[in-house]
């Protein structure tokens, strides 16, 4: 067997993705081909994207071997941990004050717990701290303005490389350089509508 | 000559100490973007796109064009110095350029790379004067069947000539449309997958897309791999070319302008494909070709004429029929319409100043790219000590502070996290997510134009087969699809590829 497990996952996911989009197109009207309704091209797109991972799906069976990377079991394991915790935070969140009720916050907390579950796992080290450091970002500004927001989006970025880790100087140097830059170019240059300081 | 009239009004927009501003701003962004491996066109303009918004629309795409041929320039110094591809566009000008670095004849080949560059520039920024208002003519005599058949066209091509898999890349544009349906349905206001989220009402953010799948994606696969900056060792040497050297690199030049103004203009083409094609062209045509693997000078001067000619010419579709070629033109689109213009053939006429404007700047910008990249090397050799591991967080505090300043609203911080995963999961299962980005930006104007047909055509779908230009776009793009499907082809377009 020649199985190519890459096309395999691709396949499947785009099988995947255009029957949810189906399925959530049975709301829409179709119209006739004449007078399209809101329903008609993404029924047409779906039934195509079915169509083509169909055949990603079946060559996948003949133009391997392209195996997937390794999950060891910690990485599998995190994942899940990482996902369920997540979904926990973001729903146990609002209970903590109305800050974590209004907009976002709630998500923004989940996806944040999420992130940095899995980066106990060596595998997803990078993604984890990288998207963790943006969620961060998201979080801190509204409330705690744009200074703070990004020292907390540098310094949880920074713990992605281990070079880092080993040298917090050079990390603190790099965040008094980029804060510096960032107010010059964004608050004195381009005055975007942002809190700089933080609001009580 | 109304054509000289006009690029006399483009000189003058161009000339205007803004417009001289960001272009030069442009051109310096551009060059440093290309001299670091790591951070390419797509993923700056995506950054600085939420930036253009406060200002004009013509100063605002002047800049963010002179970061696209900037980095043609700048990617090839350490392609040359360093045997380090600043760009994919600079991969070929790797083989013959650093053998030519390791013959002493480093200042040589970078003065081939940018003379062959500003003139392969001049000649296609005249072409895109030339053609751009004939085009238009042409283009507005197109019916909404023979737009969405061109569009359709303009998809197939992009994931024909897309790196890897024809049939994953199909599917990534597919997948581009699908996406650029989520939001207000244009003719009956219906919410379409939306989640009642009201964020979603106007479709998902274009830059959260791009910034998400380019910028931050790029960032975790740039990390991932282990940091190979080796330090210069070479020295540049006189940048004088002997006269051996100026007759070898001449035809090669020319060859080379031709061959990227040709592949820039197809849709899905742009810099990097006509690099590797002038390559190849070089590799079987010129005299020098028994050097190959030697430093042949022509190996350099052909690759880095065409894909800055390539880069130019990549706006003739843009800015005459509103169809990006490539996910740098895709930003593009995407600039225009926050900008409130919607590109297309009445551009010209209704957006002078713009259309002009950035004519004119092009041929500027590549004078100053002339100055900025040969007397000041040494300047762009020190740039490159700037490890990664201090690079990286400026760039994502630049999308974050980016993507949430384009409406005031977290939610784009949120939705740009998510496209950073599918961005790399999407990396790991080696489907390309340019061909995404295109179908994504041009779904909604197909599906507009493809609903106008139908009506038009009292829902007989024989009308795109009809009308003699659609019918034409379609039997091309079978052609295309078809033509890949034959082996012997397919390996052609692999081995350009891998280069």
Known sequence: ?200 | MDTIANLAHGFAVALSFDNLLFALIGALIGTAIGVLPGIGPVATISLLLPITFGQPATTAIIMLAGIYYGAQYGGSTTAILLNLPGEISSVVTTLEGYKMARNGRAGAALATSAIGSFFAGTVATILVAASGPLLTQVALSFGPADYFSLMLLGLIISAVLAQGSVLKSVAMVVLGVALGLVGTDVQTGQQRFTFGIPELSDGIGFVSVAMGMFGIAEIILNLEKPEARSVLKTKVGSLWLTKEEWRRATPAVLRGTVVGSVLGILPGGGAALAAFGAYMMERKVSKGRHMFGQGAIEGVAGPEAANNAAAQTSFIPLLTLGIPANAVMALMVGALIIQGIQPGPRMVEAQPDLFWGLIASMWIGNLMLLVINLPMIGMWVKLLQVPYKFLYPSILVFCCIGVYSLNNNVFDVYMTVLFAIFGYMCNKLKMEPAPLLIGFVLGPMMEEHLRRAMLLSRGDPMVFLERPISASMLAIGAIALGAMMLPNLRKGKEAAMAG
């Open chain 1, 1 to 200: 067997m020649k199985l190519n497990a890459k096309d395999i996952a691709a396949g499947t996911f785009l099988i995947l993705l255009a029957a949810v989009g189906l399925w959530l197109n049975q709301d829409h009207s179709l119209g006739t081909a004449r007078r399209m309704g809101p329903g008609y091209m993404p029924m047409l797109v779906f039934w195509i994207q079915m169509g083509l991972g169909g055949i990603v799906l079946l060559y996948a069976f003949f133009n391997g071997p392209d195996p997937l990377e390794k999950w060891t079991g910690i990485e599998t394991g995190t994942l899940a941990l990482g996902v369920i915790a997540g979904t926990i935070a973001w729903k146990v969140a609002p209970v903590f004050g109305e800050f974590f009720a209004s907009t976002y916050n709630a998500i923004g907390v989940g996806m944040l717990v999420g992130f940095l579950v899995i980066c106990f796992a060596a595998g997803w080290r990078l993604i984890g701290y990288i998207c963790a450091a943006m969620c961060v970002f998201a979080l801190l500004l509204e409330k705690g303005g744009l200074m703070l927001a990004l020292v907390g989006t540098i310094v949880v970025s920074a713990l992605a490389e281990p070079e880092h880790r080993q040298r917090p100087l050079g990390v603190l140097g790099m965040t008094i350089f980029l804060l510096a830059l960032c107010w010059w170019i964004f608050i004195k240059q381009l005055d975007i509508r942002v809190a700089v300081w933080p609001q009580f």
